[in-house]
């Protein structure tokens, strides 16, 4: 935050928007729950809030055009880092880092579907995989230099809320309840990324999907400190349980309850 006020006292808060990491000054980057990262935080649970709120009030209509706009978006907004990348970046990172192959990727992919089909197995996708993987990814942005105001730190905060707000939006704008019995479906979607990633991560030694090797500022490096590399993927696992048995126990509970009655 005391960069932020610097760089605002220069006049130079935007002066780094467009530029790649290689090119950026040290110590310009978004600490992970810092006082930025929290103000983001809060901002974008109070946006994804009042869109739920703002949706349920339209017509079938309205809400029809509101999550073909939001999807579109995210669709858009992913691809935009492929052309911030081909002007500013290189191959080797796009190559490394942009490719369709981390879940929020693949999340963003089939969210989109979902809300221009409507389709209520990709619906179901979008909150049992989309969900947890935009909340994780907002919570460890992991984005190293990266300020602030910088393109990629804003357009990585928006892709990853509407990610959050799609899911959200389908459970508590559509009455979407969620079943867990359609995860294995969501698995079976999910597994044609997780077989590339590995491969495309063998060919290049890249780490799509952290299936390699963990990132600095992510719960990762704990899991690491715990079992090492690849044990640290075990406690992933682990942890992708516990959040499915939270996201779906309340669901489970009401549904048995409603069949007793």
Known sequence: MIHFILFAEKGE???????????????????????????????????????????????DFERKSIKMTLSALLIMLYFSRWFWCALFGNFSYFMNMLLPLHLCSA????????????NRLLKEFSYGIG????????ANPNLGPYPLFSFCFIEYTLTHTLLILLALLFVFGDGLHPDFRSLAHSIWLTAPFIVTALLVNNLIESNYMFLNRVEKGTVLVLFDSWLGTPGYLIAVLG???????ILYAPWEISRRRNFSR
Do not use: C
């Not at 999340?107 to 409507?118: C, D, E, K, Q, R």
């Open 131 to 138: 969900l947890p993987s935009g909340i994780a990814a907002m």
């Open 13 to 59: 808060l935007m002066s780094n928007f467009w530029t790649f990491e290689s090119d950026l000054p040290i110590g310009m980057g978004v600490g992970t729950f810092s006082l930025a990262h929290n103000v983001v935080l809060i901002l974008s649970a109070i946006m994804i809030s009042l869109i739920i709120h703002h949706y349920r009030k339209q017509d």
């Open 239 to 245: 942890s992708i349980f516990i959040v499915w048995a």
């Open 107 to 118: 999340s963003a992919i089939v969210g989109s579907a979902a809300g221009f089909s409507n």
